[in-house]
């Protein structure tokens, strides 16, 4: 049923060599020259380089559907991509142009934004030669109700003026990023899920102050992920995308294929993960024998592969599904996949950990900074309570469906 297309064969060959021959080598420079930079969010020689061979070798913007900024990949074609990608989370995404949140705002800009937006920061984007930032979550409500928002988008004649604060906002600190997509109230009476509206803000607007970047389990993060200010922010209506109100439906054509790019992402990190246990495994002694030999540890490496290969077909199928029948037909599945591909990867990952010893809570290996991403994940583009509640009222609704409604 998920038998690749030759097309996605052939990207998938490309890069596999690619990760071989440019990408794990780069990981020891890469990592030198930011500790050299003595800049947590310092923007590396290696990381352009390896952009510029991307490019080269045609492996670009490989995320994006559409033709005509992309190579067109379906959802189905990209996840194994996607998935080889998370074997090096913190380098090949960027390298190849398929990082998140430049993904997700790229496909805004393309099915929302005007003429304008696209020239000014759409092919940008998609050249690589800027990045973006989603600014959506709050420090003062609970976002995982993403009606809670309070960030004010006033319009005054032809401008509109935004006051409020925002956090988690990735990519505010990467050295390149030059805009933010924000989500905000421009109409409080308005139905629920028409009072919130998306506009693009170049992130250098008079009354856009980055506050400071927010550690992620004690990592600074290149990128960055920002507590970012608005005071009394104009900015031209034009800056308005879709329309006044819109806010929730471009939120839900961003977050579905997101889901998917980080799901498979997740099955990649978990994959590499699995190989680090097997080696460490076989490499060292105790007490007379491999450890590798233990029979707790085989339990470990083979509830592991049963695991990985169950979270990645449910998420082919969710790919397969957005693809043919579209993403609110497949709402339970993309909901699925956001808790069961970061907890596997999470439960995979701390074995490794463990069969690491003391080494795999170090920078020595990339299993520390594996968790804590994988942790993360597991709030990013909300929490789990979220997804199962998706999932637990449609299953109710499929018995009643009238169960849960009002009015």
Same mark, same amino acid.
């Given at each position: 049923?998920?038998?690749?297309?030759?097309?996605?064969?052939?990207?998938?060959?490309?890069?596999?060599?690619?990760?071989? !021959?440019?990408?794990?080598?780069a990981?020891?420079?890469?990592?030198?020259?930011?500790?050299?930079?003595?800049?947590?969010?310092?923007?590396?020689?290696?990381?352009?380089?390896?952009?510029?061979?991307?490019?080269?070798?045609?492996?670009?913007?490989?995320?994006?559907?559409?033709?005509?900024?992309?190579?067109?990949?379906?959802?189905?074609?990209?996840?194994?991509?996607?998935?080889?990608?998370g074997?090096?989370?913190?380098?090949a995404?960027?390298?190849?142009?398929?990082?998140?949140?430049?993904t997700g705002?790229?496909?805004?800009l393309?099915?929302?934004?005007?003429?304008?937006h696209?020239e000014?920061?759409?092919?940008?984007?998609?050249?690589?030669?800027?990045?973006?930032?989603?600014?959506?979550?709050?420090?003062?409500?609970?976002?995982?109700?993403?009606?809670?928002?309070?960030?004010?988008?006033?319009?005054?004649?032809?401008?509109?003026?935004?006051?409020?604060?925002k956090?988690?906002?990735?990519?505010?600190?990467?050295?390149?990023?030059?805009?933010?997509?924000?989500?905000?109230?421009?109409?409080?009476?308005?139905?629920?899920?028409?009072?919130?509206?998306?506009?693009?803000?170049?992130?250098?607007?008079?009354?856009?102050t980055?506050?400071?970047?927010?550690?992620?389990?004690?990592?600074?993060?290149?990128?960055?992920?920002?507590?970012?200010?608005?005071e009394?922010v104009?900015?031209?209506?034009?800056?308005?995308?879709?329309?006044?109100?819109?806010?929730?439906?471009?939120?839900?054509a961003?977050?579905?294929?997101?889901?998917?790019?980080?799901?498979?992402?997740?099955?990649?990190m978990?994959?590499r993960?699995?190989?680090?246990?097997?080696?460490?495994?076989?490499?060292r002694?105790?007490?007379?024998?491999?450890?590798?030999?233990?029979?707790?540890v085989?339990?470990w490496?083979?509830?592991?592969?049963? !695991?990985?290969?169950?979270?990645?077909?449910?998420?082919?199928?969710?790919?397969?599904?957005?693809?043919?029948?579209?993403?609110?037909h497949?709402?339970?599945?993309i909901?699925?996949?956001?808790?069961?591909?970061?907890?596997?990867?999470?439960?995979v990952?701390?074995?490794?950990?463990?069969?690491?010893?003391?080494?795999?809570?170090?920078?020595?290996?990339?299993?520390?900074?594996?968790?804590?991403?994988?942790?993360?994940?597991?709030?990013?583009?909300g929490?789990?309570?979220?997804?199962?509640?998706?999932?637990a009222?449609?299953?109710?609704?499929?018995?009643?469906?009238?169960?849960?409604?009002?009015?």
């Amino acid at each position: 049923m998920f038998e690749l297309t030759d097309r996605a064969k052939e990207y998938q060959e490309k890069l596999l060599a690619f990760m071989d !021959e440019r990408i794990y080598p780069a990981e020891p420079v890469y990592e030198a020259q930011m500790a050299e930079s003595g800049d947590p969010h310092f923007h590396p020689p290696i990381l352009e380089d390896l952009k510029a061979d991307a490019k080269k070798r045609g492996l670009w913007n490989l995320f994006h559907p559409h033709p005509e900024w992309g190579p067109g990949l379906t959802n189905l074609e990209y996840a194994p991509l996607a998935e080889i990608m998370g074997r090096s989370a913190h380098l090949a995404p960027e390298a190849t142009n398929c990082n998140a949140p430049d993904t997700g705002n790229m496909e805004v800009l393309t099915l929302f934004g005007t003429d304008e937006h696209k020239e000014k920061w759409l092919k940008p984007l998609l050249d690589g030669e800027i990045a973006s930032a989603f600014a959506m979550t709050e420090p003062a409500v609970a976002s995982s109700d993403a009606t809670n928002i309070q960030l004010r988008m006033e319009r005054d004649g032809d401008h509109y003026v935004l006051n409020g604060r925002k956090w988690w906002t990735s990519n505010a600190l990467h050295k390149n990023c030059k805009v933010l997509i924000v989500m905000g109230k421009t109409e409080p009476e308005a139905a629920t899920h028409r009072q919130q509206s998306m506009m693009v803000v170049p992130i250098d607007t008079p009354g856009v102050t980055v506050l400071r970047n927010l550690p992620v389990f004690g990592y600074q993060d290149r990128e960055g992920h920002a507590e970012v200010v608005f005071e009394d922010v104009r900015v031209p209506v034009t800056a308005l995308l879709a329309g006044e109100g819109d806010g929730f439906m471009i939120s839900q054509a961003r977050l579905g294929p997101g889901r998917i790019h980080h799901c498979m992402r997740a099955v990649g990190m978990a994959e590499r993960a699995l190989d680090l246990m097997i080696d460490r495994a076989q490499a060292r002694t105790t007490f007379g024998e491999p450890v590798a030999n233990r029979a707790n540890v085989q339990d470990w490496i083979a509830e592991a592969r049963i !695991e990985i290969d169950m979270v990645r077909l449910l998420t082919l199928k969710a790919a397969y599904l957005m693809d043919t029948v579209g993403n609110r037909h497949a709402r339970t599945e993309i909901a699925a996949i956001k808790v069961a591909a970061p907890e596997v990867a999470l439960k995979v990952v701390d074995r490794a950990i463990q069969v690491h010893g003391g080494g795999g809570v170090s920078n020595d290996f990339p299993l520390a900074s594996m968790y804590a991403h994988l942790r993360t994940l597991r709030l990013a583009d909300g929490p789990d309570e979220v997804h199962k509640r998706t999932i637990a009222m449609r299953e109710l609704r499929r018995r009643e469906p009238q169960w849960g409604r009002t009015g």
